[in-house]
């Protein structure tokens, strides 16, 4: 009875360790979290990003590709947003100010998730108000579907009662992909130029260029 008892225990004891182990397995510190350098969520786990065909804003035809050897800043929005957008926009621009001569590594695309409205005329007069080395990004809506997925990113159309117009809804996280394509850091609608600039230098000089 008592040898059985103590059995039990070593039995018990035993697989609450192996229970433990798994659990330090799984949830190694540092293997799940983010790196919160700057107010960014850094996620090169995450599956975002892939390959995507789209038109830019001068008419040319472009895919991921175009931009390898680049650090992209990619944007999804509209240019009919009353406030997100806009002000992303701004931030992004700022950021691009703020990195110098850093600034000609980055692709710096804002793509449209409204191409029924999003024309690449449209695109050119809106993306050259904030900044010079923005590219518009816009396509069929299907090539925009594909764009907007591999991103993970959510839109929808919203018509206001009364409205004759239509607005988007959207997700509007900015993502940094490295020059191979692949994920690097996501920001926050709120983020700053000034912490935005400082993460995509942090990276660019980990990486060595
Ligand atoms: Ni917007």
């Given at each position: 009875m008592?040898?059985?008892?103590?059995r039990?225990t070593a039995?018990?004891?035993?697989?609450m360790?192996?229970g433990?182990?798994?659990?330090?397995?799984?949830?190694?510190p540092g293997?799940?979290?983010?790196?919160?350098?700057?107010?960014l969520?850094?996620?090169?786990e995450m599956?975002?990003?892939?390959?995507?065909?789209l038109?830019d804003?001068?008419?040319?035809?472009?895919?991921?590709?175009?931009?390898?050897g680049?650090?992209?800043?990619?944007?999804?929005?509209?240019?009919?947003?009353?406030?997100?957008?806009?002000?992303e926009?701004a931030?992004?621009?700022?950021a691009?100010?703020?990195?110098?001569?850093?600034a000609?590594?980055v692709?710096?695309?804002?793509?449209?998730?409204d191409?029924?409205?999003?024309?690449?005329?449209?695109?050119?007069?809106?993306?050259?108000?904030y900044?010079?080395?923005?590219?518009?990004?816009?396509?069929?809506?299907?090539q925009?579907?594909?764009?907007?997925?591999?991103?993970?990113?959510?839109?929808r159309?919203?018509?206001?009662?009364?409205?004759?117009?239509?607005?988007m809804d959207?997700s509007?996280?900015?993502?940094?992909?490295?020059?191979d394509?692949?994920?690097?850091?996501?920001?926050?609608p709120?983020?700053?130029?000034?912490?935005?600039?400082?993460?995509?230098?942090?990276?660019?000089?980990?990486?060595?260029g």
């Open positions: 008592v040898l059985r008892l103590i039990f039995i018990g004891l035993i697989l360790l192996l433990a182990l798994g659990y330090m397995q799984w949830f190694r293997s799940l979290s983010p790196d919160r350098a700057g107010g969520v850094t996620a090169a599956q975002i990003g892939g390959p995507f065909a038109t804003h001068t008419g040319r035809a472009v895919t991921d590709q175009t931009y390898r680049r650090w992209m800043v990619l944007f999804f929005g509209f240019t009919h947003c009353p406030d997100v957008c806009p002000t926009l931030t992004v621009a700022e691009l100010g703020a990195l110098g001569p850093d000609g590594r692709a710096p695309l804002f793509v449209s998730i191409p029924e409205r999003d024309t690449p005329a449209a695109l050119a007069q809106y993306v050259t108000l900044d010079p080395r923005l590219t518009g990004l816009t396509g069929t809506a299907e925009v579907s594909v764009a907007a997925r591999a991103y993970r990113v959510f839109y159309k919203v018509e206001p009662p009364g409205s004759s117009t239509y607005l959207h509007a996280l900015t993502y940094l992909m490295d020059p394509g692949r994920l690097a850091a996501i920001f926050r709120g983020t700053t130029a000034t912490d935005m600039a400082a993460a995509i230098k942090a990276h660019i000089a980990r990486r060595g």
